[in-house]
T-cell receptor
Framework: AQSVTQLGSHVSVSEGALVLLRCNYS??????LFWYVQYPNQGLQLLLK??????LVKGINGFEAEFKKSETSFHLTKPSAHMSDAAEYFC????????????FGRGTSLIVHP | DGGITQSPKYLFRKEGQNVTLSCEQN?????MYWYRQDPGQGLRLIYY???????QKGDIAEGYSVSREKKESFPLTVTSAQKNPTAFYLC??????????FGSGTRLTVV
């Protein structure tokens, strides 16, 4: 079984400030982990993914995430927020073998203030 | 460019009607999926298909039906048995284990 918890349904930052979106997971087998971004009335776009290679993963738009097995976490960060980063962010976990069906978190809405 | 096309973008359904949402991909992906998205609930899996002519129920399949006659196409029918169909529906495809590619979604509203 697998599950994902995203801490905070809403995160508010000022433009230029650090972005930190939290994701904790549980998985009975080594996981693949993903972060997706969704803009209003659009589908989800893959930001980055961890598939058991380097634990620090760099993605698009300046985002990165670090896989920490001991903490079962995969938090998403960006050093400096931009207004265009305002969107909904979803963390997902998928077992590394088997059905390849991911489980999504409930999402975190990132609000960026000027 | 390769991608997933969902149509229509907006759809209105009357009580008691069946409606079909289209999903087409030209990515040559084996697996395709349908999700329902409601505010604050994330994505919930309706049906998925990992090969042509085969599909499995997800977590909330009641009131929905699908078919997979071609690799490129995975239409979803929302039947009259689905009592609360108003939602945002997302189709996705995957080359098995390498992350999803999503369509742009269909917003279904009951009128």
């Amino acid at each position: 079984a697998q599950s994902v918890t995203q801490l905070g349904s809403h995160v508010s930052v000022s433009e230029g400030a650090l972005v930190l979106l939290r994701c904790n997971y549980s998985s009975s087998v080594p996981p693949y982990l993903f972060w997706y971004v969704q803009y209003p009335n659009q589908g989800l776009q893959l930001l980055l993914k961890y598939t058991s290679a380097a634990t620090l993963v760099k993605g698009i738009n300046g985002f990165e995430a670090e896989f920490k097995k001991s903490e079962t976490s995969f938090h998403l960060t960006k050093p400096s927020a931009h207004m265009s980063d305002a969107a909904e962010y979803f963390c997902a976990v998928m077992p590394s073998g088997g059905s390849y069906i991911p489980t999504f978190g409930r999402g975190t809405s990132l609000i960026v203030h000027p | 460019d390769g991608g997933i096309t969902q149509s229509p973008k907006y759809l209105f359904r009357k009580e008691g009607q069946n409606v079909t949402l289209s999903c087409e991909q030209n990515l040559n992906h084996d697996a395709m999926y349908w999700y329902r998205q409601d505010p604050g609930q994330g994505l919930r899996l309706i049906y998925y298909s990992q090969i042509v002519n085969d599909f499995q129920k997800g977590d909330i399949a009641e009131g929905y039906s699908v078919s997979r006659e071609k690799k490129e196409s995975f239409p979803l029918t929302v039947t009259s048995a689905q009592k609360n169909p108003t939602a945002f529906y997302l189709c996705a495809s995957s080359p098995q284990g390498k992350g999803y590619t999503f369509g742009s979604g269909t917003r279904l509203t009951v009128v």
